[in-house]
Nanobody, 116 residues
Framework: QVQLVESGGGLVQAGGSLRLSCAFSGIIFSINSMGWYRQAPGKQRELVADILDDGNTNYADSVKGRFTISRDNAKNTMYLQMNSLKPEDTAVYYC??????????WGQGTQVTVSS
């Protein structure tokens, strides 16, 4: 099992920045990839960014150039630095960890609200 706890969400004005953190624990040696997803009201959960074991990263087109995903294995923490935030970034953001043999684990989510 992998346990994930997000933090860092909040209310910010458009153009502002936030940094989300995801602390992970448990059987972490078998994690193959980690990522951030978000779900806005009435919409499906979507991938924001992910980071693979080899350090490669992927971003949704809507956040490229504004968001940066990173992982600090020494601190067992993953981050999402969000700059130039827009009202359409408003959503609950979820941390995800995938172990290929065992499936995905999810955090409880953290609310990000961007006011115009």
């Amino acid at each position: 099992q992998v346990q994930l706890v997000e933090s860092g969400g909040g209310l910010v004005q458009a153009g502002g920045s936030l940094r989300l953190s995801c602390a992970f624990s448990g059987i972490i040696f078998s994690i193959n990839s980690m990522g951030w997803y978000r779900q806005a009201p009435g919409k499906q959960r979507e991938l924001v960014a992910d980071i693979l074991d080899d350090g490669n990263t992927n971003y949704a087109d809507s956040v490229k150039g504004r968001f940066t995903i990173s992982r600090d294995n020494a601190k067992n923490t993953m981050y999402l630095q969000m700059n130039s935030l827009k009202p359409e970034d408003t959503a609950v953001y979820y941390c995800n960890a995938v172990r290929n043999l065992y499936g995905a684990s999810w955090g409880q989510g953290t609310q990000v609200t961007v006011s115009s």
